[in-house]
């Protein structure tokens, strides 16, 4: 079945209360939902009321109190005919549930004996009959029972209004969420869990409880999570003028959860890797990500609660803005000029392939068979994207102005996108229609740019294009705001006397048309062009500039992003020629220019280290397959990217040491920015002094003198990825082992690490941790860390020439999509690129696609991103 945008209607029936009451087991679950039903005004009576379900088990049905037989009811559906014509009335559904069997951790499942439930998009319906969609907003009453042991802790949303005990040692607690919400909304937790308790005081001086709920004996590990939570509440307040609105905010940390964490309204369940958090077990990577998720989830209250989709299509009303909204909490708390190039790498890593392969969507698609698989990001992070243009092309002060009205005017409704983009209409005065293409069309565009200087006049021919994409062949004219910068040859900014030919304000290029010659007027000198500074347009770039003209920007350009760009763009160009050598037979050459770039970048104290860190490291073997764009051979790939990081490493061997010995941090951990810069910094540098002969000393030093996990990492991943099988590589892996085998977060960082080692080997490493104690196939973050990483993360392992690694997956893919259809749908996208591959590799992929859609009973999740994936 496809869902259309254009399709969307109003339901007949609306469901303004919601009481919920849980006999909480593990096999046996009760739920009874009564619901008090309305009929929309002008609907005819005789019209059937038709609610959602998936794989219920009914056990009973009332109408006004009495039972109602005048139903069909199948596990996907209760049809109810009837039905009293007064326009409101209750319903009293009752069914039966088995959480513990629930593995596709979607509805109420049990995680490490923990109850926990997973709504958003559709798992209300495998709770309960339900109108289980955003645009039904209701008011929630929750009881839950259950046995005091099992369960002492019994939470939903809201604030919590009663408790007491049941016979037979049971006990209940009764929760009520004054503010309508959508089904997907809904949580429920019971278990026995430890706390860390807080409390947080509003800007309107409501006291909020604040409690991270944890295994018991880990409170200690929520401990920054809740200094980020406090920090997003305040930030949400200061930026955006949003106040929290419950008298308590919980958090739950669960070990089972199919993506990162879940904004119920007043108690967000997170996966646990992005709550539990030291020195001795997370890398700084991962304090970053918890920050952010913890804000995102946070700043979900206003933008998905407060204001949600009308229907699923508008997902990325509430996510690219989230995303949006975390992004710039991110770069408060840290450094904006780092954050917008990891953001910017993270998104030309997942987006940009997905707009170039056959999982090509707008960012508000207008066609799915599966919801689910749109939790992508191109809805994400390329909606993130959009937003910040909107705040590009409107300046801060109006954006502001426009999201004070979008809550002023949207709060309490499910909306649109549309609803979204007339705010920022109606305070700025623009026509925003050109610019809504951003949310409608596929596709990454183009720009080409040919630049030319004579007699003080700078000429801009810019040229837009926007390829074909799945379903898309025909593309609108889009507009793209292009920030930009002229330097001159002391590095200074150039002004100009006046521009024609475009619009230009700001500092921005507002590109709008196919073709166009922009001419700046007064121009001093013959300027360097800094173009896309902060990244502020998804789009690629073909300019004409020399390779000098490159070396001076990474040198000089004042836009943080831009320097790195430019040396970026250096390093791509130089790993595609290697490339070719390497492809042709012929021996790879580099320019000294590059080695001597990175040596003075790496050694320059006026930047930051964070920055120094990202600059110096090479674009990834799948960055750099994404920008050769076709016919590719990893193996090649994998050989070029050495030779670089050998020429780099060779030129620069005393200073990189000198430096690496400097940066030793001798005080106490602290996971602040600009420690971790720091310590990202040494840590690549250890990933070029480890070419040497020695490097196995040196990295085996690291490892073993690493006094927190970023160092640890760095020390053994080196080991196992520049010496793979090593006597001592082999140590490292031993002894992290032996001391991590009771931590799975930290297990799942050994498997990352040896299914990310590059070549043949991978597969069987891959094969042979599956049988690993620490493995299992149940368990989301387990499996991304092993299969995903060797899929997503090993271009030379996953793609090896026979296939053999690719029949190996579509196996093990077919094996988890019978548990959990989200976890192998996701992995599946690991094949998204396959038409980029050389001919050999090719067909072995597609044919590892066809045996996963021959599969007898494959899932809708899967069947859907193997069929789109071929097509
Ligand atoms: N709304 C959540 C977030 O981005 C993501 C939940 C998605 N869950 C899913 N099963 N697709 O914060
Ligand atoms: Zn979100």
Known sequence: QVFRLEDYRPSDYLIPRTHLTFRLDPIRTIVIADLTIERRAGVDPSAPLILDGDDLNLKRIELDGIEHTAHEATPERLVLKDLPETAQFQLTIETELEPDRNKALMGLYRSNGVYCTQCEPEGFRRISYF????????????????????????????????????????????????????????????????????????????????????????????????????????WDEEVFGREYDLDVFNIVAVSDFNMGAMENKGLNIFNDKYVLADEATATDTDFANIEAIIAHEYFHNWTGNRITCRDWFQLCLK????????????????????????????????????????????????????????????????????????????????????MDLYFERHDGEACTIEDFLKVFEDVSGRDLSQFGLWYNQSGTPN?????????????????????????????????????????????????????????????????????????????????????????????????????????????????????????????????????????????????????????????????EPAYRALAITLPSEADIARDIGKDIDPDAVLVARKALVGFIAGANRDSFHALYQHLHDTGPFSPDAAAAGRRALRNVLLGYLARSNDGTDIATSHFTHATNMTDLIAGMGTLAHEHPGSPQARAALADFERRHADMPLAMDKWFQIQATVPGEHALETVRTLMRHPSFSIDNPNRVRSLMGSFSAGNQSGFHRADGAAYLFFAEALMDIDKRNPQLSARLATAFRSWRSLEPIRQEKARQALVSMVKMPGISVDLGDIAERSLA
């Open 319 to 402: 996510e690219g803005l989230t995303v949006f909204r975390d992004h710039e909490f991110s770069a408060d708390q840290r450094s904006r000029g780092v954050k917008r190039i990891a953001e910017v790498r993270a998104l030309k890593a997942l987006q940009f392939p997905e707009d170039q392969g056959p999982l090509a969507h707008p960012v508000r698609p207008r066609r799915y068979r599966e919801i689910n698989n749109f939790y992508t990001a191109t809805v994400y992070e390329k909606g993130s994207e959009v937003v910040r243009m909107l705040a590009t092309i409107l300046g801060r002060e109006t954006f502001r102005a426009g």
């Open 131 to 234: 109108l289980d969609r955003p645009d039904i907003l209701s008011v929630y009453h929750v009881r839950i029972e259950a046995p005091r042991a099992e369960a002492p802790l019994l939470l939903s949303n809201g604030n919590p209004v009663d408790s007491g005990e049941l016979d037979n040692s049971r006990h209940f607690a009764e929760w009520h969420d004054p503010h309508p919400k959508p089904s997907y909304l809904f949580a429920l937790v019971a278990g026995d869990l430890g706390c860390l308790r807080d409390s947080f005081t509003t800007m309107g001086g409501r006291k909020v409880d604040l409690g991270i709920y944890v295994e018991h004996g880990k409170e200690r590990l929520a401990a920054y999570a809740m200094d980020a939570l406090k920090r997003s509440m305040r």
């Open 447 to 607: 720009l080409t740019i040919k630049p030319s200087y004579e007699a003080g006049t700078l000429t801009l021919e810019i040229e837009q294009s926007v390829p074909p994409t799945p379903s898309e062949s025909r593309k609108r004219l889009m507009h793209i705001p292009l920030a930009f910068g002229l330097i001159g040859s002391d590095g200074r900014e150039l002004q100009w006397s006046s521009a024609e030919g475009g619009t230009v304000d700001g500092g921005v290029i507002h590109v709008r048309k196919r073709s166009q010659k922009l001419r700046f007027h007064g121009v001093a000198e013959r300027p360097v062009l800094s173009l896309n500074r902060g990244f502020s347009a998804p789009v690629t770039l073909a300019v004409e500039q020399r390779p000098e003209d490159l070396i001076f920007l990474a040198r000089h350009d004042s836009d943080p992003f831009g320097r790195w760009q430019a040396f970026n763009t250096l390093l791509t160009e130089a790993l595609i020629a290697a490339y070719r050598c390497v492809l042709g037979g012929k021996a790879t050459v580099f320019e000294d220019s590059i080695a001597r770039l990175a040596g003075s970048i790496a050694a320059d104290d006026d930047l």
